[in-house]
């Protein structure tokens, strides 16, 4: 604005910086880069990435200042939410006792997080090594545990996974965690790096010790079967259930047929199909052990009565006959699937947080390419497996396909792909123009009016997310996400949409700065 200074619209505070950031660059004659807070005079206040240089004459004299400054207002709010979820997961691993390690094997040593520290009761000096870890464990663990890592998870490269007592190195008690951890490897399939968390579980592990202490652990569960008390006899394979247990699964026995059933029946009534591993192996280490005081807990996912999918906490114990023989097997199971849900819930947030971060600074020389890239992330985020981008014409009526995953591409058999539709030969993905908002079709194989079929060869569909994208009241776009292994909600929709309205923005601004450069 000729003949306004920020004075005229800034407030003072902010104005006053600006002017000695620009006299700066006069005295210094070096460029200045900063992310700035504008607090504007007259509307609220935004956040701009400035560029500022000395502008010289012909003579190589500083006679002002001239820049640049680009809105990154939204990436701001992006970056404060992110913020936001990242305390929130903190808060989450606090209350829950679980710290977080990193061991780099070919070093010999490890780092921890601020929350293991204090399970373990050491500080930053401590010598973090192979031997500084052993020298944290009960001394009747020791052996035991050194020979776990050696043989089970570095030569047979298995994840680690043990409960193991330790001793905390500034109190003094012992207390019982429980250890995962994940191999990552080198280009040679040698273990390099053990990436894991380390949870406190010694309140239920003085919880499993009563219970193991006590003259009667059949009653003891009984005592609690409003949670869902079960027995198997193992030499007759057959399970039985009470009311309370049927309850968590949204069920009774008239309508499963009795009290009892076969452990193959169960599993395929309520055992989540990917989970019947678990399951069976935690039954056969029941069977196998040679401790007669043995119990575990574990959680896996289940199967509702309606089709709904749930996850369960089984805490497991064990009778033996004189002979050492496992002859029963009796526990108590809960439904844990709010708890599961929010946990999930923490993760997917922060994860499609990074997402919106990863794209806003995506440094793409082409539109083609940063559209591309938007796509893929946008696959991630809603843990989808394939997906599209069209372009929309509202005068022509006309989508243009720009992009598709690598993997519908591959998938695709289709002898001729089309690249152009008509909106009025469109099936159910048009319907985001005809009707102007979301569609979500969580089971694709069930009748639809609104669907026209898929090409032969195309790549098969099981759930979709298609959204339009506007720009101001014009719809300019469509993205389509497929495949999800659960079903689409709210929060996809959304993110996506959010997603693609902050893609689109930058994708016009790429055209804009792209015609200024031409």
């Known amino acids: 604005a000729i003949g306004k200074t920020d004075f005229d619209f800034f407030s003072e505070e902010h104005a006053r910086q600006a002017y000695n950031d620009e006299q700066e660059i006069i005295q210094l004659g070096k460029p200045l880069v900063k992310e700035e807070k504008e607090t504007w005079l007259d509307r609220p206040s935004t956040w701009n990435l400035t560029t500022k240089l000395p502008l010289m004459n012909k003579d190589g004299e500083i006679v002002g200042t001239f820049g640049i400054s680009m809105d990154i207002t939204e990436r701001k709010k992006i970056e404060e939410a992110l913020k936001e979820s990242e305390r929130l997961l903190r808060e989450s691993q606090e209350v829950a006792g679980l710290g977080s390690f990193s061991w780099n094997i070919s070093k010999g040593l490890w780092t921890s997080s601020s929350i293991l520290d204090r399970i373990f009761g050491i500080d930053e000096s401590y010598i973090r090594s192979l031997e500084g870890w052993l020298a944290i464990i009960h001394p009747d663990f020791r052996e035991a545990m050194q020979n776990y890592v050696a043989n089970d998870v570095l030569r047979k490269k298995q994840k680690f996974d043990k409960e193991y007592k330790i001793i905390n190195k500034k109190s003094g008690q012992e207390c019982w965690v429980h250890g995962l951890g994940q191999l990552e490897f080198d280009s040679n399939y040698q273990p390099i790096k053990l990436i894991g968390t380390i949870q406190d579980i010694t309140e239920r592990k003085l919880s499993e010790e009563t219970i193991n202490n006590s003259k009667s652990k059949l009653s003891i569960a009984l005592k609690i079967a409003h949670l869902g008390a079960w027995e198997y006899d193992v030499a007759n394979d057959i399970f039985t259930f009470n009311d309370s247990f049927y309850a968590i699964f949204r069920t009774n026995a008239d309508e499963v047929g009795g009290n009892t059933m076969s452990s193959a029946d169960y599993a395929n009534r309520f055992v989540y199909p990917e989970d019947l591993s678990i399951v069976g192996d935690e039954i056969k280490m029941l069977i196998e052990t040679d401790n007669p005081d043995y119990s575990r807990q574990f959680e896996h996912r289940m199967i509702y009565a309606d089709g709904g999918i749930g996850y369960i906490a089984v805490r497991i114990g064990i009778v033996k006959d004189e002979n050492g023989r496992t002859i029963k097997t009796f526990g108590i199971n809960q439904d844990v699937t709010e708890r599961k849900k929010y946990e999930n819930e923490i993760i997917s947030n922060s994860k499609r947080l990074k997402v919106l971060v990863e794209i806003l600074q995506y440094p793409s020389h082409s539109i083609q390419g940063y559209l591309d890239f938007a796509l893929n992330r946008a696959i991630e985020m809603t843990d989808s497996k394939i997906g599209f981008i069209f372009f929309y014409s509202e005068e022509k009526k006309e989508f243009v396909l720009n992009s598709g995953s690598n993997e519908v591409m591959s998938e695709c058999a289709i002898a001729e792909k089309q690249t152009v539709w008509q909106l009025e030969n469109a099936g159910l993905w048009g319907e985001a123009v005809r009707q102007r908002r979301s569609i979500v079709v969580n089971d694709y194989k069930m009748p639809n009016s609104l669907k026209k079929g898929c090409p032969e060869g195309h790549a098969p569909l099981h759930k979709i ?54």
Not at 491 to 500: C, E, F, R, S
């Open 465 to 518: 997310l298609i959204i339009p994208v506007f720009e101001d009241d014009k719809i300019v776009g469509v993205v389509v996400v497929a495949n999800k292994e659960t079903d689409y909600l709210d929060a996809d929709i959304m993110q996506l949409t959010v997603l693609m309205d902050i893609v689109w923005k930058a994708l016009e601004k790429k055209k804009s700065d792209d015609a200024l450069y031409e």
